[in-house]
């Protein structure tokens, strides 16, 4: 191996055996420290004056260096072409362009059949001086992976013009919008600092919502319109202001009141200069001059564009909602609507600036009285008899906001319940500060006679109370209205209104693009008024016409029913495929089962009928050639032992107990449940961390109807999980048929519940462990810091799957893909800089240098395409599958594309976004759009491609596994703090679930697929 120190001179030292135990495993001893710094970033001998901008450091592995001898015969893009010759910027050296008749180091872009390429070759002697791994350094403890900007990694660019491949071309329609910008403009950038003149009572800083900083805000400007013209800024609701002109940096006071009878709050506003935002800088980024994305300005123009929007619209997070008038409305009945609404966002593209609008929906309760909307929640409401229905009253009303008419008054009130006794009897002691005298109570019909002059008309039925904790305020029914924009959760719709709701949702391809250009085009929507012309930006309202790729579906291998293997093309329309007359590739026998029934002590309509369910699926796995013996086990139980831990935990020790007195291990329970259960998150942690027992579980109604595609989907995910393998590529993986063995790895985090901020985010790795296949997987889940995206010990974590791949195969895997999900374009640098170099120094450290790819796919994205004519696109009107995207709409110079790798029967289909942030395998673009489409072909759990390259899809199942053992840790604990102190066992309860031993497989179930 090559040192990559200057003090040894380049010498040889012996190559040792790769030690690929995880750190914990290894006996303690002191390990060299590291840097993260590949080894085109190390330091050179310095250089002579005149040869200052030639040693300037590359950002980019060795072999996309640009060979000076061919830079005649490049063919770049306009963009690079007009760039200056010499800067004294790094990048500035056809970063990532592909040279043609380079010599291979050069990065030569290789032609001819791409099936004769060998792109993926192993690494031989001098495998240290090609891979760009990272070495020992003095300066950088390992126990850290931070880096000096300096030293910073950034994406790789994108290494030709794009994909050739395609069996066709369509035309395609894309939600991007052009935006134009005057680069000579500068928006000026301040830090608005609200202090409230009076301080609470408590002593601590008072927290002003963003409805009270936008009031204070707007208060601001219009008591000094001369100096703060409102038309001129953007107001980001939280401590930023952009303006088109210059403000005053100064500490003005303001004075809020929200109605009468209201108290005045007085707020000193204090504004300063932070920044001006020379749009130039943007330009000059979109055209390729400058490889460091100005997020300032991008963050600055997104506030300017959403505005208008967000002054004129209900906003739910980032999306925006018109109601006046509304572009897209259905009413829901019940009170309830589902209104059309839009996100938007500013993208940089090759073709510039983009603005990306997609649509969506949302359900919210009608703005109207709170006598109206009883009548229309409640079935047959009568106020005559009001006391029939205080129920449903109390369920429909109690946490809505409401605004009252008796006065006027801006402010929102919050209904916490309803009186006891209806308005003719209510009464309330009077504030004698007010001029009222404290003798004896007020009623409140008095009250409002003589205070507003108001009749009460409805004396018979109770008031709202609005006010808070010991506060009373009481205010009769018809004078209440309820406040617009209040969300009503799809999860309480009944199931016409819900099946309504998801109709608006996953609309027709032509039905979403009329809406985009519905909110496009309107008042309300981003491009609205004349708003963004005062910032200098002008928006095409045409969508950008682009030309999308399709590329074939592989052949694909599966086997008879006498396990003879058979080749099978599927139809490039769909691209489905089904079972009848055909086998899994490798099948599992099921000798030692058993059957868990929880429905046989319940209601007769969901009891299984057991002997006919073991007949149907026994005759099944006969069809499809395997062999499947009578179960060993039939236990009779209830869904309320499903839903109490210690009776669950103690069914399924007593069943693994008599198993391993028989010195039977059951390889399968197959689980039927009733109905869904809290208890499925028991079991699943039962017996995949305790027992060590493979699960699968069904509904009873499923089962009892007896389908025959419900018994094959049933069979693929328990041979899946026995370690069988369902569907092969025929022609193995593109591009990884050398004689080295490839791992592909995924990683992702599930975060809890936006409120929730005290669980822990749970990370899994996934990893396979067969080749040339690649289709089986194992995982690992691990709990982490609340919401942290950055994954803890990623090194460790993939040097123990490597270390499984090792003990399976016989051999390390020479080429690691990785494939991350999760994560935006702001995280970037974190998976580079601190992730993948955490990998690095781990797999130093044990002597090990793999090549390495990695690539994020993303799916929360807004772009959509469209066929321009019926021709260009499926039968369901969506992009066929196998679309391709890479030029247009894709990044201005870093290696991205959109890929659609499955038939979209319903809504309008979502494409991928993949990101290669690293590559040291040298793919083009057909090479790797190719692998990743084939490869969506080998998901276990259907015979379908789908939408998510598997490692990835495999990652989000086993995270969210490990989210139920958390939830299932949770429960337990709860049981628990009701024999003991609750703050103490809800303290212990959080502390424990951060713990790894609660997350850690039972060691029969760590290297298979257990979470399909």
Not at 387 to 405: C, P, Q, S
Not at 755 to 783: F, G, K, Q
Request: hydrophobic letters at 35%.
């Amino acid at each position: 191996m090559e040192t990559g120190g200057g003090g040894n001179g380049g010498r040889r030292i012996p190559q040792q055996e790769p030690n690929l135990r995880p750190q914990w495993q290894r006996p303690s001893g002191t390990t060299p420290e590291l840097v993260l710094q590949p080894e085109w970033r190390r330091q050179r001998p310095t250089a002579p004056p005149n040869r200052a901008a030639a040693e300037e450091p590359l950002i980019q592995p060795e072999w996309r260096r640009s060979n000076t001898s061919a830079s005649a015969g490049v063919s770049e893009p306009e963009w690079r072409r007009l760039r200056p010759a010499q800067t004294a910027f790094p990048w500035n050296q056809n970063f990532g362009v592909r040279k043609h008749g380079a010599s291979s180091s050069g990065g030569a872009e290789m032609r001819g059949d791409p099936n004769e390429r060998r792109r993926l070759a192993p690494a031989t002697d001098s495998a240290v001086s090609k891979l760009e791994k990272l070495q020992i350094s003095k300066q950088l403890s390992a126990s850290t992976c931070t880096l000096e900007e300096k030293d910073k990694i950034s994406p790789i660019q994108r290494p030709d013009n794009g994909g050739m491949l395609a069996i066709l071309t369509s035309r395609l329609r894309v939600n991007h919008f052009p935006v134009n910008f005057d680069p000579e403009s500068i928006i000026m950038h301040y830090n608005v600092g609200v202090k409230p003149k009076v301080s609470s009572k408590l002593g601590k800083p008072l927290q002003l919502s963003k409805s009270d900083l936008s009031m204070i805000r707007e208060k601001l400007f219009s008591d000094h319109p001369e100096i703060f013209p409102l038309e001129m800024t953007a107001y980001d609701g939280a401590k930023n202001i952009y303006s088109a002109v210059p403000l005053p940096e100064k500490t003005f006071s303001v004075e809020i009141s929200e109605g009468e009878d209201e108290k005045t709050f007085s707020y000193s506003v204090t504004l300063t200069l932070l920044n001006k935002l020379r749009l130039h800088k943007l330009m000059e980024y979109l055209s390729g001059h400058n490889l460091s994305i100005p997020r300032d300005i991008l963050q600055g123009m997104d506030v300017v564009v959403k505005e208008s929007p967000a002054r004129r619209t209900i906003s739910v997070g980032r999306h925006f909602y018109p109601t006046n008038p509304p572009v897209v409305m259905k009413d829901l009945r019940h009170g309830i609507i589902a209104v059309g609404g839009f996100q938007h966002s500013l993208k940089p593209t090759s073709q510039g600036l983009s603005l990306c609008v997609d649509y969506s929906v949302l359900a919210f309760q009608k703005k109207m009285s709170v006598l109206d909307f009883l009548h229309e929640r409640i079935d047959n409401f009568r106020l005559d008899e009001f006391e029939n229905f205080r129920k449903f009253v109390e369920e429909a009303l109690i946490g809505l906001k409401v605004n009252v008419t008796h006065r006027k008054c801006n402010r929102k009130y919050i209904i916490s319940r309803l009186t006891s006794m209806i308005t003719r009897y209510v009464t309330f002691p009077v504030d004698n500060t007010s001029g009222w005298s404290t003798s004896k109570d007020i009623s409140l019909l008095s009250f409002f006679k003589e205070k507003y002059g108001k009749d009460i008309m409805f004396k018979d039925i109770p008031c709202l109370d609005l006010g808070k904790a010991k506060k009373k305020n009481y205010v009769p029914m018809e004078f209440c209205v309820l406040v617009e924009g209040q969300r009503y959760p799809k999860e309480r719709l009944d199931g016409i209104s819900a099946n309504t709701l998801k109709a608006m949702s996953l609309s027709h391809p032509n039905e979403r693009e009329s809406a985009i250009y519905k909110m496009v085009q309107s008042s309300d929507g981003p491009c609205g008024g004349d708003f963004i012309r005062n910032f200098g930006m002008s928006v095409n309202t045409t969508m950008t016409t682009i030309i999308g790729r399709v590329i074939g579906p592989p052949e694909l291998k599966l086997a008879d029913p006498n396990g003879k293997i058979i080749k099978l093309t599927v139809d490039p329309a769909k691209c489905h495929w089904n079972l009848a007359g055909r086998s899994m590739v490798e099948c599992k026998p099921v000798e030692h089962w058993g059957i868990l029934d929880f429905t046989s002590f319940g209601p007769y309509k969901y009891k299984l009928r057991g002997k006919e369910f073991i007949q149907k699926l026994i005759s099944r796995y006969k069809k499809l050639g395997i062999c499947m013996q009578e179960p060993i086990w039939y236990e009779e139980s209830s869904m309320k032992i499903l839903a109490t831990y210690d009776l669950l935990s103690e069914l399924l020790e007593k069943i693994n107990n008599i198993c391993k007195y028989n010195q039977t291990h059951p390889q399968l329970l197959l689980c039927v449940m009733a109905k869904k259960s809290p208890g499925y998150k028991y079991l699943k942690w039962i017996s995949e961390t305790k027992l060590g027992i493979v699960t699968q579980c069904c509904l009873s109604t499923s089962a009892n109807e007896g389908e025959d595609k419900f018994y094959t989907n049933l069979a693929l995910k328990i041979n899946a999980k026995l370690g069988g393998s369902n569907v092969e590529l025929s022609n193995g993986l593109p591009y990884c048929d050398g004689e080295g063995h490839v791992m592909f790895l995924g990683a992702d985090v599930n975060h809890p519940g936006y409120n929730d901020t005290r669980s822990p985010s749970i990370a899994a790795v996934v990893a396979t462990v067969n080749w040339p296949a690649a289709n089986r997987y194992a995982a690992r889940v691990c709990p982490q810091f609340n919401r942290s995206e950055k994954i803890l010990n990623f090194g460790e974590v993939c040097l123990d799957l490597v270390a499984c791949y090792r003990r399976m195969n016989g051999v390390g895997p020479e080429r690691i893909v990785i494939f991350r999900d999760g994560v935006s374009e702001y995280q970037f640098d974190m998976v580079l800089n601190e992730e993948l170099l955490d990998l690095k120094r781990v797999f130093q450290r044990v002597n090990y240098f793999p090549t390495i790819t990695l690539i994020v796919a993303q799916k929360r994205h807004q772009t959509r395409f469209f066929p321009e004519g019926w021709r260009g696109g499926s039968s369901s009107g969506n992009i066929l599958p196998g679309t391709i995207v890479d030029t247009k709409v894709t990044h201005p110079f870093e290696f991205d594309f959109y890929l659609c790798s499955y038939y979209g029967n319903l809504g309008t289909s979502k494409p991928t976004h993949y990101h290669v942030l690293w590559d040291e395998h040298k793919f083009t673009s057909d090479e790797l759009q190719k692998l990743i489409y084939e490869m969506c072909f080998t998901f276990a759990k259907c015979t379908k491609p789908v939408s998510l390259v598997p490692p990835v899809y495999y990652a989000d199942l086993a995270a969210y596994r490990g989210r139920l053992y958390h939830d299932a840790r949770i429960g337990v604990q709860s049981l628990k703090s009701s024999s003991s102190s609750s703050k103490e066992a809800s303290s212990a309860s959080r502390t424990a679930s951060f713990e790894q031993g609660f997350y850690t497989l039972h060691a029969d179930l760590e290297n298979i697929m257990f979470f399909i």
